[in-house]
């Protein structure tokens, strides 16, 4: 069942169920009205009538028959007994005997001064009419014809406006209901309309306040999440096929020489050597393109174990040494670090210590003297590390360039590497909330400045 018929139908039942229970409630309030109406008219009757026969002298009950059989003023069908205190008939107008008197109605009248109850088509009124020498029971009986005609119009008219009203209920529900899921039909045939090929289509999030709004910010949120997906999936592919082909070719080549004859074993050694290099490099590539696609996909928000720069750091500096023997790496902490907390952030240690590797690497490979300095220093809730080297430098007019996947500066064409380093790096400080800062002079050295938030 649709949502707009479900919700038409609760809002019939809801105003069905209103108005039930209002015409129910006019209903009775109607018919309780109607009987003590009715039963008033009958006391007022019956003590007129036994007034007439008991205290005026000069009216009998012969004399009473006469002018009450007359009068225009008689209830329908009335009926007027009246009895003294043997329970003797003094007077009755019930000539064919209808109502039927019992001797215990009599016993509760005389108790209770007044009893009403129902009687086939009558309503009967028993009540205690109390003279100087005697106690009389007046029992008066009549058909309100006039009410329950009222009664049965009423109950037509509110079933009529009843049915008229859910019908109204319906319509409006139907209307209502449609105008309020329009945004809804809005979104999900704008969601229809987007395809692999159109990720960077958005849905209308309305006035930006309601629910419709917080479900289309959630679409539009959610399409983000895989449009970079979708993006970060066909550079990956686009990267690995640029960069894997050169070694690979490498190697094919390489290999294809080497088995068209037979070679020394001197020979050999030499092609497996390079080959090896090759595949050194192809693992090194992969690795690092596996980490771009990490880092372009993961979210800086999952980023909450505390993790110290310091030691990240002297961690760096070990495993460089370890594999570069030939790799200066001095560290110099600043005397305004005088909290650990100064040295604390939030963020992914494995991260952040390839982002730091990566820098030491360059620093050094382009630097004759293959030595880099790295300052930490304090920076108001920051921590900044500078990388100097005395190296070569980068060109004025490639240093906005650096950062792009695959760019080498014109003077690193002789060293062994893939340019995707730096935007590795780059990315890497992005999810950490920090900044990074390249300044270089051509022929004096590079200073890169790594500045992230901490959490003191």
């Known amino acids: 069942m649709q949502i707009r018929t479900r919700l038409t139908i609760q809002f019939l039942l809801l105003g069905g169920i209103i108005m039930m229970i209002a015409s129910l409630a006019i209903y009775f309030s109607s018919a309780s009205y109607r009987k003590e109406s009715f039963y008033n008219r009958l006391e007022s009757k019956a003590m007129n009538t036994a007034k007439l026969l008991i205290e005026i ?10 002018i009450e059989k007359d009068n225009p003023v008689n209830l329908p069908n009335e009926k007027i007994i009246i009895l003294n205190y043997k329970n003797d008939i003094l007077y009755s107008s019930d000539e064919r005997g209808e109502i039927k008197i019992k001797k215990e109605i009599l016993d509760r009248v005389r108790l209770d001064e007044r009893v009403s109850y129902r009687q086939d088509r009558f309503e009967v009124l028993g009540l205690l009419y109390t003279e100087r020498y005697d106690r009389f029971v007046v029992i008066v009986a ?30 409006a529900g139907w209307f209502y209901s449609g105008r309020a899921l329009k945004p809804i039909s809005d979104v999900v045939k704008r969601v229809e309309e987007i395809t692999i090929t159109s990720l960077n289509l958005r849905v209308s999030e309305g006035n930006g306040s309601d629910e419709i709004a917080r479900l289309a910010k959630t679409f539009n949120r959610m399409l983000e999440r895989l449009e970079t997906s979708f993006l970060v999936q066909k550079d990956f592919i686009a990267n690995a096929s640029h960069e894997l082909r050169t070694p690979l070719t490498s190697i094919n080549g390489q290999l294809d020489v080497l088995m068209m004859k037979e070679r020394s074993s001197a020979e050999y050694k030499v092609v497996l050597s390079s080959v090896l290099e090759d595949i050194k490099l192809l693992i090194d590539l992969s690795n690092r393109l596996l980490l771009i696609a990490r880092t372009s996909t993961e979210s800086s928000g999952n980023l909450k174990t505390k993790v110290r720069v310091d030691e990240i750091m002297w961690q760096s500096q070990e495993e460089m040494k370890k594999f570069k023997k030939n790799f200066h790496i001095n560290i110099f902490i600043d005397d305004s670090l005088t909290d650990s907390e100064q040295m604390t952030v939030f963020g992914d240690d494995y991260l ?24 930490m220093e304090h920076l108001e809730n920051h921590i900044r590390i500078l990388f100097e080297d005395k190296g070569m430098g980068i060109p004025a007019g490639e240093q906005e360039k650096i950062m792009e996947p695959f760019y080498r500066g014109s003077n690193a064409k002789s060293f062994l590497g893939s340019g995707i380093g730096l935007q590795l790096v780059n990315q890497i400080i992005k999810n950490h909330h920090g900044t990074i ?13 790594i500045s992230l938030p901490t959490i003191g």
Do not use: P, Q, W
Request: contains cysteine; proline residues 0%.
């Open 142 to 171: 009549a058909t309100d014809v006039v009410g329950f005609l009222k009664l049965s119009n009423l109950g037509i008219v509110l079933a009529i406006v009843c049915l008229i009203s859910l019908i109204m209920f319906f319509v």
């Open 57 to 66: 002298d000069e009216i009998d009950a012969n004399l009473l028959f006469k």
């Open 352 to 375: 952040l210590k390839t982002a730091f590797s990566n820098i030491i690497d360059n620093a050094c490979k382009y630097s004759s003297d293959h030595t880099v300095n790295l300052r």
């Open 437 to 449: 800062n390249i300044s270089s002079e051509l022929g004096l050295g590079t200073t890169v400045s």
